[in-house]
């Protein structure tokens, strides 16, 4: 016989339920949602409002609300005078003001993204209290229904034919006051307190266990009442035995007192300060310094100075807008706005493109825009960090010199208080961009001829020199070139570190450079032992703790300056040596 074939039906897609997922879960929706709701919110206060001085002349015209003929003095016509009658007359009165200011509080909320939670909370409250109000100006307006509406007077008749007019006062004082106490936490203490003026409920853990160690009491953690039942992770041994010292002390109790002699305690004699303390404390912290105590940084009219005043050029900031603008028009991406900044070589287009469009979609346009700009080269931001946009950096056609002295001058360098801090030019805001290399301890320079590499090395050198004494670093220099780094030679007897058996400071011999790698491998090793030693995990921390005397000179500490090394032309060394 043959077998029958096993049919798999497959579950029903569900197309138009993520379709409604989607659109009620968008931005938009919520945006144009929440603008409806405040609107609405703002309709209805404004047709209440009115209606307090127009409800009389208008009760009659609503019977013929269809008919065109007939018109009403409310402010915002008959819906406005069929909704204002419906929510005071025939609701609650003068406390339906409320509702339009909660839904505007509401609209408000899903505009902005705010908490619901707050909302929800103040619905309940709001809701609580509309009906309050209407109850109370049921009881005292009597008839009055513009004040109590028509529910409220309702609600006020049923509850006086069970509690009476008197039962009736009580309810709602006893209403008012629960909810001061709940809504505002008002307590007889709060009242009552006249030294402070706050009492143990309105201060956290911490504040009450402060403000108690003050009087020596002592203040358990906050609980739900004086009689709270023990937690779940309590175990049953920890209660037993809880039980049976309870018992214990009982005993005790019963039986007659026995004295009992105690010995005099006597304390220990103590340190007040250990010995670190005390050597600070007689001679103050070890200071690096004091063996080159006369040294003088080198000053800022060493450096050149150039005009370094940006000028924007408003004609090419319209054009390249306009080129890119089109180059993407082209590629039907639409642009909603476009800000530009101007720095000293770059400038930055900041481009916000209309909802929808790809973020990757722009970035695969980089070699185009660059073309319809006519640009050496550009750079794409996808997004900004920190920002929603999309940054496009365009090359400035005259570009305005960045000088070694602009940034070694600024407060930002000179202020900085990191441990070897570089000033390595400037930002697309015109700011100085200092960077520390402690925390970037293996640093390659890499780029095509031309590109800046020797001018960034210099750089590096520089702001060390400016900002760092000969005892806190020393520099190892190797220039197979010969040229780039000659200039340094100068300040070999206080910066520049070499082996006992070289000549020259700055090493030139690509072969004589293994020497000097080896040894600085050597003393790294050596450095990682005084490390151990010292329970601490960099050179910041040794330094800190030796010049705090918390290390023993006798046990080979000593202040340990950084070492930098300079290698150029790396690729030559790796292939040479």
């Given amino acids: 016989m043959a077998k029958k074939k096993k049919t798999i039906k ?8 993520q379709k409604t997922k989607v659109f009620f879960g968008s931005r938009q929706t919520h945006t144009v949602f929440g603008l409806f709701i405040v609107l609405f919110a703002i309709f209805l206060f404004f047709s209440i409002i009115s209606y307090f001085f127009n409800w009389q002349q208008d009760q009659s015209q609503l ?42 509080l509401s609209g408000l909320a899903i505009l902005i993204k705010g908490n619901f939670k707050k909302i929800i909370n103040l619905w309940g409250w709001g809701i609580l209290g509309i009906i309050w109000i209407s109850i109370s100006f049921g009881f005292l307006a009597n008839k009055n229904a513009l004040l109590a509406g028509v529910i409220g007077y309702q609600i006020n008749l049923y509850l006086q034919q069970f509690l009476g007019k008197t039962g009736l006062i009580l309810v709602l004082l006893f209403l008012f006051f629960s909810y001061l106490v709940i809504r505002f936490k008002i307590t007889l203490d709060k009242l009552t307190n006249k030294n402070s003026g706050i009492t143990k409920d309105d201060l956290t853990n911490e504040d009450a266990i402060l403000a108690n160690q003050k009087t020596n009491t002592t203040v358990k953690p906050e609980a739900d009442s004086i009689t709270e039942k023990p937690k779940n992770n309590i175990s049953n041994d920890a209660i037993e035995l809880d039980i049976k010292s309870k018992n214990t002390n009982e005993n005790i109790e019963t039986e007659d007192d026995v004295e009992i002699d105690v010995d005099k305690i006597v304390d220990e004699d103590k340190v007040v300060e250990n010995l670190s303390n005390k050597l600070v404390k007689d001679f103050g912290e070890f200071d690096p310094t004091l063996e080159l105590s006369e040294y003088k940084f080198p000053t800022l009219n060493l450096l050149k100075t150039y005009n370094e005043s940006i000028s924007v050029n408003q004609e090419e900031l ?12 082209n590629y039907k991406i639409g642009i909603d706005r476009i800000k530009a900044t101007v720095g000293p070589t ?20 980089e070699d185009d825009i660059a073309l319809s700009l006519s640009a050496l080269g550009i750079r794409i931001i996808a997004p900004i960090p920190g920002k929603g946009t999309i940054g496009i950096e365009v090359p400035n056609k005259k570009p305005t010199m960045v000088s070694m002295k602009s940034v070694i001058s600024s407060t930002k360098f000179q202020n900085s208080e990191m441990e070897l801090p570089i000033a390595l030019g400037k930002t697309i805001s015109n700011e100085t961009f200092v960077v520390d290399l402690a925390k970037m301890p293996h640093l390659l ?4 001829t031309g590109q800046g590499k020797s001018v960034g090395l210099n750089a590096v050198l520089t702001s060390l020199l400016y900002k760092k004494h000969p005892a806190e670093v020393k520099f190892v220099l190797v220039d197979p070139k010969k040229v780039e780094l000659t200039l340094f030679n100068k300040i070999e007897r206080h910066y520049l570190a070499k082996l006992p058996d070289t000549e020259e400071a700055i090493i030139t011999d690509t072969t004589k450079v293994i020497n000097t790698l080896n040894s600085l491998c050597i003393e790294m090793d050596n450095r990682y032992d ?12 040794y330094n800190t703790k030796f010049k705090a005397r918390k290390l023993n000179p006798e046990n080979d500490h000593r202040y340990l300056p950084y070492i930098v090394l300079v290698i150029d032309e790396f690729a030559d060394l790796i292939m040479t040596a």
Avoid at 535 to 540: G, S, T
């Fill in 318 to 329: 319209e054009i390249n807008k306009n080129k890119i603008v089109e180059t993407l028009n």
């Fill in 530 to 541: 005084l490390l151990k030693t010292a329970m601490v995990r960099n050179i910041k921390e």
């Fill in 63 to 104: 019977a013929h609300f269809s008919n065109k003929s007939i018109t009403v003095k409310n402010l915002l016509g008959k819906i406005g005078a069929s909704l204002s009658q419906i929510l005071v007359y025939k609701g609650f009165g003068i406390s339906a003001i409320y509702i339009p200011i909660l839904l505007f």
């Fill in 346 to 365: 770059v400038t930055l287009y900041e481009i916000v493109p209309e909802a929808g469009v790809r973020i990757s979609k722009i970035k695969n346009l």
């Fill in 10 to 17: 497959k579950a029903p897609s569900k197309p138009q339920f």
């Fill in 445 to 448: 320079m890499a780029g095509a």
